[in-house]
């Protein structure tokens, strides 16, 4: 299982700002996060990719 932070899912999203990726993690339409480390939280890559084939259509791979 691959884990993405708010790091990796800025770049999913197309390189958008850490303070923009972060309001959009904490939507509630957004996946839950599998934990909350001490370096913040993390969440599936695979659930986050879904999230954007969903929402973000033009932003998914493919």
Do not use: C, Y
Not at 10 to 15: H, S, T
Not at 28 to 39: I, K, Q, T, Y
């Amino acid at each position: 299982m691959d884990l993405v932070g708010v790091s990796e899912i800025r770049e999913m999203l197309g390189n958008v700002s850490r303070q923009r990726a972060s309001v959009i993690a904490n939507q509630r339409n957004f996946p839950e996060p599998v934990a909350v480390l001490a370096m913040g939280k993390v969440w599936r890559k695979s659930d986050v990719a879904a999230w954007i084939r969903e929402h973000r259509p033009e932003l998914a791979d493919g």
